[in-house]
């Protein structure tokens, strides 16, 4: 299955990706100057908006609100974790972990689903290392593409720290049939396609003097 019944299973869509999300990211510093979170911010398509909050009007007015969607907010993001949070974080060029979320919620504006949560790292880590986030699904099962406007935001950094985030590319004709080719059932890429997706990530950099 794929990231919970309720949350990233299998919608309706037939071909590689299945879901496709507008991504924000900010990046969260402390009083020393660490970076310690990420806040990202992924707003749905509408066909999978509509399918996965089915049934969840629990009073039948009409109106999805904070608390009618919480359930399925717990769901994606607890499932989150089995595929690294889609967030590949690296200080000089090693990679590091995440905390386990306790702040995420979900909002239905316009009929489509946007889902925030803070992403805790294992540790502070220093921008001064130089600091590379990718935001990306390697098995192509969700498109990540990052907004127009302010993709990616620091919060709280140190005067001089700068970012620079390069959207992600796309596959060429030939990958994209092939990987249209993919069924839905079929969470894992085979190893013989991931070359087809190595030119999917949404990679911030961010640098502090």
């Known amino acids: 299955m ?12 037939l071909a590689h990706p299945h879901i496709f999300v507008d991504a924000r990211v900010e990046i969260v510093f402390d009083a020393k100057g660490e970076i310690t979170a990420l806040r990202h ?42 595929y690294d949070y889609f967030s590949f974080l690296r200080v000089a060029g090693k990679r590091v972990g995440f905390k386990i979320p306790t702040e995420y919620w979900l909002e239905m504006t316009d009929g489509l689903l946007t889902l925030f949560y803070t992403l805790p790292l294992m540790q502070p880590v220093d921008p001064k ?23 990616a935001l620091l ?15 796309e596959p060429d004709a ?12 079929e969470r894992d890429l085979p190893v013989e396609l991931r070359s087809l997706t190595k030119d999917l990530a949404n990679r911030i950099t961010v640098k502090c003097p």
Do not use: H
Not at 2 to 13: C, Q
Not at 47 to 73: K, M, V, Y
Not at 155 to 169: I, R, S
């Open 41 to 82: 911010v992924w707003r749905f398509d509408d066909a999978f908006s509509a399918f996965a909050t089915q049934g969840l009007d629990a009073n039948g007015d009409g109106i999805l609100t904070r608390d009618e969607l919480q359930p399925l907010a717990k769901v994606n993001v607890e499932s989150l974790k089995d």
């Open 129 to 151: 290392q130089g600091v590379v986030i990718d935001v990306f699904d390697p098995i192509y099962f969700v498109d990540f593409t990052l907004v127009e406007k302010e993709p």
């Open 2 to 13: 794929a990231l919970g019944v309720l949350a990233f299973g299998a919608t309706p869509t």
């Open 174 to 185: 030939a990958s994209a049939a092939i990987l249209s080719q993919v069924p839905v059932t």
């Open 155 to 169: 919060v709280g950094a140190p005067t001089g720290c700068t970012l620079d985030a390069k959207p992600k590319g």
